[in-house]
């Protein structure tokens, strides 16, 4: 806890510090996604389990829009709604989420049932979208942040994918491409937006805490991948069992 | 999922099906807990993360008790407030944890922090928290139906933790005497309440899936627990790190 404000750069440093320290591309589970460590099943399972976390991100955006004050601000975060929901059935990232089940031979309907889910996934998620819904605006939006990160995770694992597994394709990890540039966009306008409100000690160490706690969402959605799926045993009762 | 009700008997049978297979006294960490293969940093990793759950237990019931229609149900919710926040310092459940956490030699002010907590730990008990707020009355009710089984899991971690750990008293174990007759007490009115009131198969089947969420809770927070501080390299960034 620092006794002086930061300076907007300096502010942006810690938040980057973050990033560098609980990230998830940092997890063990990434890596051995990345690194084509993982079989079909537990390829299955991540898709399964981060299909909650897609389905659920308009639930978290539109939380916060019934919040935000202006039509500015909404209109910016609206955008957020559209690019996941999309314009028309089968647009969206949602939609190409599910062609990235579709192509890992998971039923369409199950997944959508969310009755496989682990329940660690289903409570980091759902911590997200009452997270923006109870704290500040400003830690609301600080909450989104870890999009600054994104880009580089996903041409790791987009390459990554390609190149370790025979059963991906381009077309199932047709949901990352846009993301290269919406996160980028998305990103530079909530860091702009905190850097300009977050002025106090206390508003600022909110704002770390933020980025903090959904690093801790991210990461611990893999804890939970990484114990139920690569140790043998430990699938919880009613989760997803590969075939 | 069922076309017609059960009568009271089989949906109290299906409810203790539920714990048989889905209560957390199945999980590896609570059996290597009681079996005496932890050691200090793995109890107290344990005693820390748990002492979360007893602190927000009162919040999850005030959420229900602002919910409750009559003085009658509302006196019944209370009592359990009074069992964990006790009538005056020092007394009541969360204080007996803190014994417990003393006694392993956990600092207090740290423990209270909440610093060192899972994620995992600290989304699965504000599920819980979330869902008795946003279900029905009868949902939230079947929600503390895992006290059906806790008796068993006390005489066995009570009786385990004595005999395999030199650094465990019956001083720091006083959080559990009282639980062997309050668990009962509360889970007969609710088991009561629950038979009297689910009446549909739509009711019985929600009185059955907020079960199997209330299971999914105790045992996510052992799937976290397992996860970081069994197998080394695991504990999350900003966890709790055993000296």
């Not at 919040?67 to 955008?79: D, G, K, S, V």
């Not at 530079?188 to 000690?201: I, M, N, S």
Request: one cysteine or more; glycine letters at 6%; a neutral charge.
């Amino acid at each position: 806890m620092s006794v002086s404000p930061l300076s907007p750069a300096e502010l942006e440093a810690a938040l980057r510090a973050i990033g560098a320290e609980r990230y998830h591309n940092r997890h063990p589970f990434h890596r051995a996604l990345h690194d084509g460590k993982l079989n079909k099943g537990q390829v299955q399972a991540w898709a399964l389990n981060r299909y909650y976390y897609q389905a659920r991100i308009p639930a978290k955006d539109a939380t916060l829009l019934a919040r935000l004050p202006t039509a500015e601000l909404r209109r910016e975060w609206r955008r957020r709604i559209e690019d996941h929901d999309g314009d028309t059935p089968d647009t969206g990232g949602i939609a190409r989420w599910l062609r990235l089940t579709d192509g890992l031979g998971l039923n369409r309907e199950y997944v959508e049932s969310l009755e496989g889910l682990l329940p660690g996934t289903h409570f980091a998620v759902d911590a997200y979208v009452h997270f923006v819904g109870e704290k500040t605006i400003l830690e609301a939006i600080a909450s989104s942040l870890t999009e600054l990160f994104s880009p580089t995770i996903i041409s790791e694992r987009v390459a990554g994918m390609l190149r370790n597994y025979d059963f991906i394709t381009e077309e199932t990890l047709a949901y990352f491409t846009p993301r290269l540039t919406q996160a980028p966009r998305d990103s530079d306008f909530a860091l702009a937006y905190v850097k300009e409100h977050a002025r106090t000690v206390e508003q600022q160490n909110a704002v770390l805490n933020a980025l903090k706690f959904k690093c801790g969402v991210l990461w611990s959605m893999l804890d939970a991948l990484d114990y139920a799926y690569v140790t043998p045993g430990n699938i919880p009762p009613g989760a997803f069992r590969p075939a």
